[in-house]
């Protein structure tokens, strides 16, 4: 069996698992069959894309059906760059399936859920999987649809019919620039299979027309700034698996098909689509992570750092454009590589960071941080798993999100290299964003773990909080020792990603294996190295140290007191910090100018026993100044154009003439 056919056997297998999901939706055994059944279909379709990656079957086969456009069928192809993306997908959907089986038994309704699950995991490999623009539209909008689903599951909550309304909003505005994106590529001749369009000469102003609908189409579903509206209120409003996979796997199915067409079918790139890239990547990474520390909502805090590794990810493959423009193949490769690397690395930890949110919202019913605290001793495992992704996330070695970003700022060092000056002053510049926004995302989740698991319970919840069940503690764990192997081992990584990078770009970065020590060197061992492996034994050694030294010498008198409270004898929980106070000092440097923050503060006269309050004024510019007045223009516009419902016969004849002579008019003008 051919590897495209596996995968087409899987994507039958989760359809016919949503069919199955409708019928049992209402018996108490639904939520294990349907988890355990989308597990094993998407742990095959798993190994498949592993084969198709690294094995003998990595060359493409494709698989034409008898559906479609009639004249052009429906094509579906794996390649090196397809079969990535699968193995992201895949394995996203196997650990969903797996905390699902846990996570499900806690679900109000699950006939709003279980249908729409495995068909949302089929509808992300047909995207992959799609090889012609017809099929990719109608998979892309079949993939829309069922995660709006999924928004909705809870739709009787306040917010959530709003945030299933924009996304849809969103949504379809995306599919509108995908779909004339691909009108452009395939031109009047109507060629709309991949390879036609891979195979012909595009002009320089429908390149840059199709760069800049691939921004709108793919930037939105993936949450690009401004683009990015929908994704901290549709994130939040899905069951806590279904926000996994929408942020650690969906956003990088938008990623993959900007790739597909941009670095594949537009062909050689010119320097100046990288520099709009660039820019609109390292606008997204510093403001996505602004966002998120102004969150107290855990939820929405990781859905606003889901865009900022998304701008992390656009950086690089502005990079990669830039390099590639001017024929240096080998740094090409590196911010190429670079990014998928941080793609594959983000469905970890975010998925991880996801089932970590959704499990203290199932043991505290709570997703406000100022309402939790002290869980580490009720949920000491979460914690843990919890506190790996936050440094992973963080870019911290050992674990694998330094790997990749230090991948990318080797990349950025590379820029001297290139010709145009434009380039030269502009990448440091956006080398500098990432910095900012590295910088900021360890601020950001030291205050998620600390505010969420330390000090003491805020609550009632939090206060009787348990560890959830073994299901979803397993998913969590194996994402979390992924996070760690991904970080100590990236050489067989960067290795298993080379022939996409020279498939796509024509070249690669060297074979890492055969770096001693298991070391990685994106140049040259004469510039740059990592050994994952020798900072992991530096840093348990030298922890092992200190913690042997302190509990040799140190006292062994036992010696306990209360906190320190500030010169208060009794000290009460709503003392400690808070998510709000902890993100003052940024909110004081960054608010002012990117969210007009305004601090009220209500002091009560002497004598006066009411109690003092500060309220925060904070405002969203991007949605204030942008579509708010757009949809009130459409109000506008829909609230007159109302009335067209209320004419006479007579009135709506003579629109009628009226607009058939228009139009007989403009026709003899044209013509």
């Known amino acids: 069996m051919s590897a495209v056919v596996l995968q087409m056997v899987c994507v039958a297998g989760l359809l016919g698992l949503a069919v199955l999901a409708i019928v049992l939706s209402r018996l108490k055994i639904s939520t294990a069959v349907i988890y355990s059944a989308t597990l094993a279909v998407s742990a095959i379709g798993l190994i498949g894309a592993i ?97 709006w689903a999924l928004v909705m599951a809870h739709h009787r909550e306040p917010g959530n019919a709003k945030a299933g309304y924009i996304y849809l909003v969103m949504a379809s505005f995306g599919t509108l620039a995908l779909l004339l994106a691909f009108g452009l590529l395939a031109g009047p001749a109507g060629d709309y299979g991949f390879a036609a369009i891979r195979a012909a000469q595009h002009t320089p102003y429908v390149a840059a027309l199709v760069l800049i609908l691939m921004l709108l189409g793919a930037g939105s579903k993936a949450g690009l700034v ?36 941009v670095f594949d079918l537009l062909g050689q790139p010119t320097w100046s689509a990288s520099a709009v890239v660039l820019f609109f990547g390292g606008v997204t990474a510093v403001m996505g992570i602004l966002y998120a520390m102004m969150e107290k909502d855990l939820k929405r805090l990781l859905a606003y750092s889901t865009i900022e590794n998304v701008g992390i990810i656009f950086v690089s493959l502005g990079l990669a ?99 145009q000056w434009a380039l030269k002053i502009m990448v440091p510049a956006v ?118 030294f302190i509990h040799r010498f140190a006292s062994h008198a036992l010696r306990r007191a209360p906190a320190w409270g500030c010169g208060f004898s009794d000290p009460t929980p709503a003392a400690q910090y808070s998510g709000v106070s902890f993100a003052q000092p940024i909110r004081r440097v960054f608010g002012t100018l990117v969210f007009h923050a305004r601090d009220h503060v209500e002091m009560p006269p002497p004598g006066d026993i009411r109690p003092a309050r500060l309220r925060i004024e904070l405002h969203d510019l991007v949605w204030e100044g942008l579509y708010e007045p757009l949809a009130g223009a459409v109000g506008f516009s829909a609230d007159r154009l109302n009335r067209l419902q209320f004419l006479t016969i007579r009135r709506y004849l003579s629109l009628v003439f009226a607009t058939l002579v228009t139009l007989l008019l403009v026709l003899a003008i044209w013509s």
């Open 51 to 147: 084969r198709s990656l690294v094995g003998d079957t990595a060359n493409a086969t494709d698989l034409i059906l008898p559906i479609g456009l009639p004249w052009l069928g429906a094509h579906f192809r794996i390649d090196a760059l397809a079969s990535f993306f699968l193995v992201v997908v895949n394995l996203g959907g196997a650990a969903a399936s797996l905390y699902g089986f846990g996570y499900g038994r806690h679900e109000p309704a699950p006939h709003r859920v279980l249908p729409f699950f495995p068909a949302f995991l089929a509808g992300m490999n047909l995207v992959v999987l799609a090889d012609d623009a017809f099929s990719y539209l109608l998979c892309w909008e079949f993939m829309s649809l069922a995660s």
């Open 431 to 548: 080398g500098a964003l990432l910095a900012l926004a590295a910088a900021l995302a360890a601020a950001c989740f030291v205050k998620a773990f600390g505010v969420t698991f330390l000090g003491r319970p805020r609550s009632i919840a939090a206060e009787t909080a348990t560890e959830v069940d073994r299901y979803s503690l397993s998913a969590m764990f194996i994402l979390a020792a992924l996070c760690l192997l991904a970080g100590i081992l990236p050489g067989p990584v960067i290795d298993t990603l080379s022939p996409i990078t020279a498939e796509i770009l024509g070249g690669r970065m060297p074979i890492q294996a055969n770096e001693p020590w298991l070391s990685i060197v994106p140049i040259a061992e004469s510039r740059s190295s990592y050994n994952g492996l020798l900072v992991m034994v530096f840093i348990t050694i030298s922890a092992s140290l200190a913690v042997y």
């Open 321 to 419: 454009l830039a390099f590639q423009a001017n024929g240096l193949k080998l740094a090409a490769a590196l911010a190429f590589t670079a990014a998928l690397f941080h793609v594959l690395n983000h469905s970890f930890f975010k998925s991880l960071l996801f089932f970590g949110a959704g499990a203290v919202l199932t043991s505290t019913g709570e997703r406000d941080m100022d309402r939790l605290g002290g869980l580490i001793h009720r949920m000491p495992f979460t914690s843990f798993v919890f506190l790996v992704g936050c440094v992973a996330i963080s870019a911290l070695p050992p674990f694998n999100g330094f790997v990749s970003e230090w991948l990318i700022f080797q990349a950025v060092l590379q820029s001297p290299e290139l010709p």
């Open 226 to 261: 401004p683009l990015h509206v929908w994704l901290p209120l549709a994130h939040p409003a899905a069951p806590s698996h279904v926000s996994a996979l929408m942020s650690g796997v969906m956003t990088k199915v938008a990623i993959y098909g900007f790739i597909r067409v």
